[in-house]
């Protein structure tokens, strides 16, 4: 997380970069980095959006029954579910379907909660995993599609 806030913090000071068009992308815990920062309260800029792939709701949910027994001990909980309710900004989540490392449920249930978006919308690749699903048809129209709306 303070390497996201750093990066967020030096595109927005970059004369370079116009700050109202960042948009944050991340991948399986980089999503959930992706959504704390998106969520956080205290963002050096606004984000113009966010792209999730292949996420989990929470480590505890990742880890199984027994280890959400003992959920209050652990260090990083990585809420997505609850973190991603709070984000205002357009979502895209990129979904392999195929994925056996995270459970594309999970997907699901982020794009459910994610209620408080100005736009959200989950896109489905049927035939790819955690790691491919950048190989899946109209995988890269869709990011367009997503950029280009912002």
């Given amino acids: 997380m303070e390497d996201a806030t750093a990066s ?15 948009i944050i992308f991340g991948h399986s815990i980089g999503g959930a980095v992706g959504i704390h920062l998106a969520a956080a309260p205290d963002l050096a800029c606004p984000v113009a959006g966010l792209i999730v792939e292949n996420t989990f709701t929470s480590i505890a949910e990742m880890a199984g029954p027994i280890l959400r027994r003992v959920d209050q001990w652990l260090p990083s909980k990585w809420k997505n579910c609850e973190k991603v309710q709070t984000i205002t900004c357009p979502i895209l989540f990129l979904s392999g379907r195929s994925d056996t490392i995270v459970p594309c449920e999970m997907m699901d249930l982020l794009k ?5 978006s100005s736009n959200s919308s989950l896109v489905e690749f049927p035939t790819q995993g955690h790691n491919d699903t950048m190989d899946g048809e109209n995988y890269y129209a869709s990011i367009k599609t997503f950029v280009t709306a912002i």
């Fill in 112 to 116: 459910l909660a994610a209620t408080a």
């Fill in 8 to 22: 967020l913090k030096f595109l927005a000071n970059n004369a370079n970069i116009d700050s109202n068009k960042i």
